[in-house]
């Protein structure tokens, strides 16, 4: 069975016709506009899941295009354009972590050290996976959208970090365990508030 180009591919995943890329290479609007469209609901969505901030993926997406604008010019079609887009995005979000100096502490025991305070959950965030994201910190959160949500390999991020692949995987390892730790928690917690409520 043969699998060719799904016209109801999402996200990054879809493509772009090559017309409107050699376009985009020679500064054509509307062919830049073509590829907002396509792109721009992924571009953000990746964003967010990283930085866990709407205003702060909105940047992202505007600084991703305009960067694109001039960066198209040197795609040479080595990748599909969507995971080249996915690149300029990750660089972008992590730029913005760094900015902030969220991204600073590459120890993976300094950087799980106080995340006991960001422990406690509320009714209403338990089970929302976006605000679970967001409890972890940058860093970690950073390696899990890559590898558990975007498909990054160990090798991949060893090489975005400047790091090992056991740097990646002990930091991944550690916020699933504490993702797991807080669904069971809030698990627990339910299991017992419906069975001290009064029947």
């Excluded at 090559?18 to 062919?31: C, P, Q, Y």
């Excluded at 558990?148 to 975005?160: N, Q, S």
Aim: with cysteine; hydrophobic share 40%; aromatic share 8%.
């Amino acid at each position: 069975m043969t699998t060719g180009p799904k016209e109801n591919a999402t996200g990054f995943a879809r493509e772009t016709d090559t017309v409107t890329l050699t376009r985009a290479r020679r500064g054509d609007m509307r062919a830049h506009a073509a590829i907002y469209t396509t792109y721009s609901r992924a571009c953000y969505t990746l964003a967010m899941r990283i930085l866990g901030n709407a205003a702060a993926a909105e940047d992202v997406v505007q600084d991703v295009f305009l960067k694109m604008m001039d960066a198209i010019k040197s795609y040479r079609g080595d990748a599909p354009f969507g995971a080249w887009l996915k690149r300029l995005t990750v660089n972008a979000a992590i730029d913005q972590l760094r900015a902030q100096r969220y991204v600073d502490s590459e120890d993976p025991e300094r950087l799980f050290a106080n995340i006991a305070e960001m422990s406690v959950t509320t009714p209403d965030d338990s089970h929302d996976a976006m605000a679970l994201l967001q409890r972890l910190p940058p860093r970690a959160r950073l390696v899990l959208v890559l590898h558990e949500l975007e498909g990054y390999t160990h090798k991949e991020l060893a090489d975005l970090f400047g790091q090992t692949e056991s740097y990646s995987k002990s930091i991944l390892s550690r916020s699933l365990r504490r993702l797991h730790d807080w669904l069971s928690d809030r698990t627990d917690a339910m299991e017992l508030g419906q069975c001290a409520s009064p029947k």
